[in-house]
């Protein structure tokens, strides 16, 4: 028997634009500016710390560049010349102010500009961090929604152990396991160096196996995260509530629980794309990739300072700038950081 | 059991629940008519959840069941999950105990009224009206759908989790302590909404509460649960008038603690607060109170949530700085800066038996914390034995851990630890509002008697007047940090001057004295 139900649906009028929005958006502004001046400060203190330790540094450069049997006096000339005499503030004055005007100084090994030095090695390093960034997402994922919503089942031991193997395993070893495999081999891919952007096809190609190295381990370390934050989340009421108003169980994973999940699980994707960034240098290594961690390394070994200085200044730019946007990224995902 | 004329929605018949082979419901049977409130009152652990989640088919993993429940003649404990969906929210509709962590905290209002519509098919402009309209129907009219959960008072949320439920226009409504975490004014404003939905929408509430005040003014029905079975169901009326089960018997009992005997205390003051403000900004959240508590008096203290009843608890404790006026502890000047010695003349019990013990801790270690304000003695083992055995408990619990413990042993323990110093001055802020009824006039007795032998005077912040009404000799009406009555218990509450106490008083849920006094 079926009892009537007479709800009389009463049409409503629903104001726009919805009231409070443009003070919302004023205080969105406000703490933008900031989150921005706090930014700035953040690397004024870096630059300071980066060049203060490169000073500390034994070993001089001009000597390095000269060999051992260099008169004094054409040590001084190139002393000089390369802008290592002067107070400590003014050569730091100079290099800071040059990095404003996009002059980073130039490289004491190839007598090049450093700006140049970088640009090319960033067109290797940023879509390889971005690559293994989307291979780690593309993995971790689904690899953590699988295990979360299979708690306890085969899906979550199988994801577990492989996530545990995934963390155990150095990612160089696993990078040389890679070339051993797919290029020598199968011959699928290049076991080392990079074609250039001429051929975007081939450069991708190059790429692929790197960036697989790198995300493993990282994607082990997010999958975990996402299936232990969305365990979490699971347990919250309001995934009773979703499930009491009549959501599947599936619906109720991906609408409620992985947007809560995300918002921990983002903390350590903004540390990760750090990490893929600044953190190659082995992985170039093993590919012969003219990347940043490269020309980081050769930087160290050839007494280059103003190329170690000026890289180092620019990934911790890269950092902070990650975790600025990781933070912008939680007020769009959790609307109690916006306050109204 | 319902009239004859009376359509039976959904019937619970001869339900047995079992988890993992331990017998949670047994042999329940139930029939829930349409327009009519049913009362399902028990105990925690009675099972008056578990009846609740198997009518909505979310029995936790490994739930067996035997028996049937029966909607529209068809047995829900056969249908498979695929049919659940349909069922919940159009047929069956669930609102919760918290409403602050009942929705998702991420999604606005109006998305989370409108999802279920919006997922079978409804189109997002009818979808958004029907959210408006349910909100209306909630007395939600003024808020915007595009706002989120946490811009919302807890009371807005529930009636958030109405609208919500209410989304597809349910046919029974399973409300689960709806209105336990809220206060006395928007419960009863909760209640009140509750019953409208019932009576003009011919819906079938099931109401499951603890609380025997809230299904006497709105239940039509009642059952009374206990250890998984129903021991007795009757019509509201005839169920206070003519309950023949013992445990009935009990429950009401421990339901109305009896008002205390007006007393006259000697004025011998041991805390005194003058003028007291407590200010966060602009914003005066404890305006100018002065109040004087004397030896081996109770003082209760009652508001509504957000009226500073706790800042004025913790200024008096000197774990906050006051902005003006002024704190004296046995005579002399309380604040942040008392020394130790001061500190443990004044105690505190707070409401949450499970959150306040360190659960890695013994007893005998939780209960001989506070020496460290005096310095620990020599006979300190001698004297938690004591305090332990003053409460109730005995010396052999010393070495057992919190978890051993159920709620209101475990609120006995945080009484024996606040007394361990001799403090006094015992505070008790909403010290018995999580325990269940017969629990909760334990612990009073317990008070009482811990009064009359040690001299102890007690500040009783609650928000339930019954229980004020039962331990205190005079009361403080606190409203937007002021207080707006002082008086003695039974004056205050025979002949309020306030509005606003008139308010809170006629808000509180309360069996009529006509229905109890012919039976007892």
């Not at chain 1, 160089?172 to 952007?197: I, N, Q």
């Not at chain 1, 020309?295 to 600025?324: P, Y």
């Not at chain 2, 003649?73 to 695929?82: A, C, K, S, V, Y």
């Not at chain 2, 606190?478 to 606003?500: C, I, N, T």
Request: proline fraction near 6%; charged fraction near 20%.
């Amino acid at each position: 028997m079926t009892v009537p139900r007479p709800f009389d649906d009463v049409p409503t009028r629903r104001p726009f634009p919805p009231p409070g929005v443009t003070a919302s958006l004023a205080r969105m502004w406000r703490a933008l500016l900031n989150r921005t001046v706090s930014l700035l400060a953040a690397l004024v203190v870096a630059s300071v710390v980066i060049f203060g330790m490169l000073q500390a540094v034994p070993g001089d450069p001009a000597a390095f560049m000269l060999g051992l049997n260099a008169q004094p006096d054409t040590v001084a000339a190139l002393r000089a010349e390369l802008g290592l005499e002067g107070s400590l503030v003014a050569r730091y004055l100079a290099w800071t102010g040059g990095m404003l005007t996009g002059d980073f100084g130039t490289s004491y090994t190839y007598r090049v500009p450093v700006a140049g030095l970088i640009a090319d090695r960033i067109g290797v390093s940023a879509p390889l961090a971005a690559y293994a960034l989307l291979l780690t997402l593309v993995i971790a994922v689904p690899a953590g929604l699988l295990a979360a919503s299979r708690r306890g089942g085969v899906a979550d031991w199988g994801v577990m152990g492989a996530t545990q193997l995934g963390l155990a395993v150095p990612n160089f070893w696993f990078a040389m396991l890679l070339v051993l495999v797919f290029a020598v081999s199968l011959g699928w891919a290049s076991a080392g160096g990079f074609p250039g952007w001429s051929d975007p096809v081939a450069a991708i190609g190059a790429l692929t196996l790197p960036a697989i190295a790198l995300a493993l381990p990282q994607a082990s370390i997010l999958a975990r995260v996402l299936r232990s934050a969305l365990l979490d989340t699971l347990d919250a009421d309001y995934i009773r509530t979703a499930r009491a108003k009549g959501l599947s169980r599936r619906a109720t994973v991906l609408r409620h629980a992985l947007r809560n999940a995300a918002i921990s699980v983002l903390t350590i994707l903004g540390l990760q794309f750090s990490f893929l960034l600044a953190g190659a240098i082995i992985i170039e290594n093993v590919f012969f990739l003219p990347g940043l961690g490269r020309l980081i390394f050769q930087g160290i070994t050839q007494r280059d300072l103003i190329v170690v200085q000026s890289v180092t200044m620019l990934l911790v730019f890269a950092v902070i700038a990650v975790t600025f946007a990781v933070e912008l990224a939680y007020t769009l995902a959790d609307p109690r950081l916006r306050r109204r | 059991m319902p009239d004859a004329g009376e359509t039976t929605l959904l019937a619970f018949d001869r339900l047995s629940v079992a988890i993992h082979g331990t017998p949670i419901l047994q042999d329940v049977s139930l029939a829930l008519p349409a327009g009519r409130v049913t009362g399902l009152v028990g105990e925690s652990g009675s099972g008056k959840s578990m009846t609740a989640l198997a009518a909505t088919g979310l029995l936790p993993v490994g739930a067996q069941t035997h028996g049937a429940i029966r909607l529209d003649g068809r047995d829900l404990t056969t249908i498979r999950e695929r049919d659940w969906l349909d069922i919940r929210g159009q047929d069956v509709a669930m609102i919760f105990q918290e409403p602050m962590t009942a929705l998702n905290p991420v999604h606005t209002i109006g998305a989370q009224v409108s999802e279920t519509l919006r997922l079978r098919g409804t189109s997002r402009a009818e979808a958004t009206r029907i959210a408006r309209d349910r909100l209306d129907r909630v007395g939600l009219g003024s808020i915007p759908l595009d706002r989120y959960p946490h811009e919302l008072s807890g009371g807005q949320r529930q009636r958030v989790c109405i609208a919500l439920a209410i989304a597809r226009r349910p046919r029974l409504l399973i409300a689960d302590e709806p209105t336990t975490a809220l206060d006395v004014t928007t419960q009863a404003e909760i209640l009140t909404l509750l019953r409208v939905l019932v009576d003009d929408e011919g819906m079938a509430l099931l109401l499951i509460t603890h609380d025997l005040g809230v299904v006497a003014g709105i239940a039509d029905w009642v059952a009374v649960m206990k250890d998984g079975r129903i021991v007795e169901t009757d019509a509201t009326q005839s169920l206070f008038r003519d309950h023949r089960d013992p445990y009935t018997r009990d429950l009401l009992a421990a339901s109305r603690p009896p008002a205390r005997a007006p007393r006259k205390v000697p004025p011998d003051p041991v805390l005194a607060a003058r003028d007291v403000v407590r200010a966060y900004g602009g914003h005066r959240a404890v305006d100018g109170v002065s109040l004087t508590l004397n030896r081996g008096e109770s003082l209760g203290l009652v508001g509504e949530s957000g009226c500073g009843k706790s800042t004025l608890t913790r200024a008096l404790l000197g774990l906050e700085p006051v902005q003006g006026g002024t704190v004296e502890l046995m005579g002399r000047p309380s604040g942040t800066a008392m020394t130790r010695a001061d500190r443990a003349k004044i105690s505190v019990v707070f409401q949450d038996p499970y959150g306040s013990f360190n659960p890695r801790w013994t007893v005998r270690r939780i209960v001989t914390e506070p020496f460290h304000l005096t310095g620990r003695p020599p006979d300190a083992g001698a004297r938690a034995s004591a305090a332990l055995e003053r409460v109730g408990l005995s010396a052999g619990d010393l070495d057992k851990y919190p978890h051993e413990f159920s709620g209101g042993q475990r609120q006995r323990i945080a009484i024996a630890r606040a007394l361990i110093t001799e403090p006094a001055v015992l505070v008790l802020d909403e010290a018995v509002s999580a325990l269940d009824v017969r629990v909760r006039a334990q612990v009073l007795a317990l008070l009482d008697d811990l009064q009359a032998r040690l001299g102890l005077a007690y500040l009783f912040i609650s928000h339930d007047l019954s229980v004020v009404r039962a331990i205190a000799d005079r009361v403080i009406v606190m409203q937007a940090g002021r207080f707006v009555e002082d008086g003695p218990v039974a004056d205050v509450f025979a002949a309020p001057e306030s509005d606003y106490t008139r308010k809170l008083i006629a808000a509180a849920p309360a069996i009529p004295d006509a229905w109890v006094k012919e039976t007892s």
